[in-house]
């Protein structure tokens, strides 16, 4: 097995006295490409969010190559780390999101140089060159200097991709990241993934599109009521489920 | 009514009402660009989930738009040096306008940050910004652009609100109107003039406004 990036132990969150994670046990290998799946409120996108410590969590660890995320032990008790060291670490993910969240006051290419300028603290010329490189990559560099309000949704979608996978992360995180698209969208963003994954980018895909997990992952993690219902190889998972609840899920959602 | 209309005496004047006209802008433009750095402060102090900081923020607002600025004016001129500060007419002035553009500014600049998508701050932690730099590289170019609009009415506002120095004798225009008026008798010509000047100032500060906003509009 290769080397392992993510380990998560026990992780626990609750939202008030609604208790969404319940003990998360789970560990990523570099290369790996996961597809986490289940219905809504099975707590993927929750777990995802953690991960990058947009969400708070009150129990459990999550190490990134072996450095605690997010909190630090002081005697026995957990604290939160600084904003300024969580940002260090957030950096070192990167994440795209199910609405775009594009900057609506710059370009696609200063979009994707603002992490480059501010946290990486590079040169501006350095920068511009790895923008309009990923920029490129995801099958836009003709749109750098567009802003997101003349861009399509799946040319969004796409900038956005470009502008985390371009801070170099160890991890990408996708949010359903095609379910706000129109139908007809929804490739080349599934696209620009699939050539991700052949480059051998670790990846956490929370998604709705069987096919494309079935196509592209290397791994599924089925979500239920906040814990790992099933985890293992697509090809087996999808066949021969081994659970009545995941049998149960593949029924109603659409598969084809 | 017997009152023959004569702007002779106002011409003669004129130079003294512009002059007038200029202190105005400037007292108005100082006390805005102070009042305008206090108001983003308070803003998002307002909308901070830290009591410590929202608590002062609210009271600071509540205080100041519930009470008259003239009432402002006057204490800061009169009741300030009994208390060991002491500030010229100008500078007293400025700091009551700063501060009271401050409160209008931040209620402006809160409802402007209200209306920014959470998304887009979790799209900047993401890429590992810090809540700071959020704020000045996403948050606060977002905001202004969004506010623009009512906050042309709040400026202008405030321009007009520099006539009540006039209340501690600083030489702007409603100040020098009244000086030629008690002068010259020309009571109508004077006010007139005087009132001229305002609404074509006013006039121009909306169409400035408008031109900064669409310049600022984002393309779609």
Same mark, same amino acid.
């Given at each position: 097995?290769?080397?392992?990036?993510?380990?998560?132990?026990?992780?626990?969150?609750?939202?008030?006295?609604?208790?969404?994670?319940?003990?998360?046990?789970?560990?990523?290998?570099?290369?790996?490409?996961?597809?986490?799946?289940?219905?809504?409120?099975?707590?993927?996108?929750?777990?995802?969010?953690?991960?990058?410590?947009?969400?708070?969590?009150?129990?459990?660890?999550?190490?990134?190559?072996?450095?605690?995320?997010?909190?630090?032990?002081?005697?026995?008790?957990?604290?939160?780390?600084?904003?300024?060291?969580?940002?260090?670490?957030?950096?070192?993910?990167?994440?795209?999101?199910?609405?775009?969240?594009?900057?609506?006051?710059?370009?696609?290419?200063?979009?994707?140089?603002?992490?480059?300028?501010?946290?990486?603290?590079?040169?501006?010329?350095?920068?511009?060159?790895?923008?309009?490189?990923?920029?490129?990559?995801?099958?836009?560099?003709?749109?750098?200097?567009?802003?997101?309000?003349?861009?399509?949704?799946?040319?969004?979608?796409?900038?956005?991709?470009?502008?985390?996978?371009?801070?170099?992360?160890?991890?990408?995180?996708?949010?359903?990241?095609?379910?706000?698209?129109?139908?007809?969208?929804?490739?080349?963003?599934?696209?620009?993934?699939?050539?991700?994954?052949?480059?051998?980018?670790?990846?956490?895909?929370?998604?709705?599109?069987?096919?494309?997990?079935?196509?592209?992952?290397?791994?599924?993690?089925?979500?239920?009521?906040?814990?790992?219902?099933?985890?293992?190889?697509?090809?087996?998972?999808?066949?021969?489920?081994?659970?009545?609840?995941?049998?149960?899920?593949?029924?109603?959602?659409?598969?084809? | 009514?017997?009152?023959?209309?004569?702007?002779?005496?106002?011409?003669?004047?004129?130079?003294?009402?512009?002059?007038?006209?200029?202190?105005?802008?400037?007292?108005?433009?100082?006390?805005?660009?102070?009042?305008?750095?206090?108001?983003?402060?308070?803003?998002?102090?307002?909308?901070?989930?830290?009591?410590?900081?929202?608590?002062?923020?609210?009271?600071?607002?509540?205080?100041?738009?519930?009470?008259?600025?003239?009432? =402002?004016?006057?204490?800061?001129?009169?009741?300030?040096?009994?208390?060991?500060? @002491?500030?010229?007419? /100008? *500078? &007293? #002035?400025?700091?009551?306008?700063?501060?009271?553009?401050?409160?209008?500014?931040?209620?402006?600049?809160?409802?402007?940050?209200?209306?920014?998508?959470?998304?887009?701050?979790?799209?900047?932690?993401?890429?590992?910004?810090?809540?700071?730099?959020?704020?000045?590289?996403?948050?606060?170019?977002?905001?202004?652009?969004?506010?623009?609009?009512?906050?042309?009415?709040?400026?202008?506002?405030?321009?007009?609100?520099?006539? =009540?120095?006039?209340?501690?004798?600083?030489?702007?225009?409603?100040?020098?109107? @009244?000086?030629?008026? /008690? *002068? &010259? #008798?020309?009571?109508?010509?004077?006010?007139?003039?005087?009132?001229?000047?305002?609404?074509?100032?006013?006039?121009?500060?909306?169409?400035?406004?408008?031109?900064?906003?669409?310049?600022?509009?984002?393309?779609?």
């Amino acid at each position: 097995m290769s080397k392992t990036i993510l380990e998560i132990e026990g992780l626990r969150k609750t939202y008030g006295s609604l208790e969404v994670l319940k003990g998360i046990d789970c560990a990523v290998h570099e290369g790996e490409v996961i597809a986490i799946i289940g219905s809504s409120g099975s707590g993927k996108t929750t777990l995802l969010r953690c991960i990058n410590m947009l969400e708070d969590f009150e129990g459990g660890t999550i190490r990134l190559d072996g450095e605690e995320i997010g909190y630090h032990a002081e005697g026995s008790m957990r604290r939160r780390k600084s904003e300024k060291d969580i940002a260090r670490q957030r950096a070192l993910t990167g994440m795209a999101f199910q609405q775009f969240n594009l900057f609506p006051h710059m370009t696609a290419e200063a979009n994707v140089m603002l992490g480059l300028l501010k946290v990486k603290r590079l040169p501006k010329d350095e920068a511009r060159a790895i923008a309009l490189k990923w920029l490129d990559r995801v099958g836009l560099g003709d749109r750098a200097g567009h802003f997101p309000g003349q861009l399509s949704g799946g040319q969004q979608q796409r900038v956005a991709i470009a502008r985390a996978i371009a801070m170099n992360p160890r991890l990408m995180l996708f949010d359903e990241v095609t379910s706000a698209l129109d139908p007809e969208l929804v490739g080349e963003v599934l696209q620009v993934i699939k050539g991700l994954a052949a480059d051998g980018m670790t990846m956490l895909l929370v998604t709705h599109e069987m096919r494309f997990a079935y196509e592209v992952a290397s791994r599924v993690i089925f979500m239920n009521q906040g814990v790992i219902g099933e985890d293992g190889n697509p090809r087996e998972m999808f066949v021969a489920p081994k659970t009545e609840r995941l049998a149960d899920f593949l029924k109603t959602s659409s598969f084809n | 009514m017997g009152y023959t209309l004569n702007f002779a005496v106002v011409w003669r004047n004129f130079d003294r009402l512009l002059e007038g006209l200029a202190l105005s802008l400037g007292l108005a433009v100082i006390s805005i660009l102070i009042g305008a750095a206090i108001g983003l402060a308070v803003a998002f102090a307002l909308i901070s989930k830290y009591r410590a900081a929202s608590w002062p923020a609210t009271a600071y607002v509540t205080l100041i738009r519930n009470l008259p600025i003239l009432v =402002l004016v006057l204490f800061a001129y009169f009741a300030l040096p009994q208390m060991g500060v @002491r500030l010229d007419k /100008v *500078e &007293s #002035f400025v700091a009551v306008l700063a501060i009271y553009s401050g409160a209008y500014l931040a209620e402006v600049f809160r409802a402007g940050l209200l209306s920014i998508p959470k998304g887009l701050t979790e799209a900047g932690l993401a890429i590992g910004l810090t809540p700071i730099q959020i704020r000045t590289t996403i948050i606060a170019p977002l905001m202004l652009r969004n506010v623009l609009p009512s906050m042309s009415s709040t400026i202008i506002s405030l321009f007009k609100d520099t006539s =009540l120095a006039a209340a501690i004798a600083v030489p702007e225009l409603t100040f020098q109107a @009244r000086k030629i008026n /008690v *002068e &010259s #008798f020309r009571v109508i010509e004077t006010w007139i003039v005087a009132s001229a000047l305002y609404v074509a100032t006013c006039a121009l500060i909306a169409a400035l406004m408008r031109r900064i906003e669409r310049r600022l509009a984002l393309p779609r």
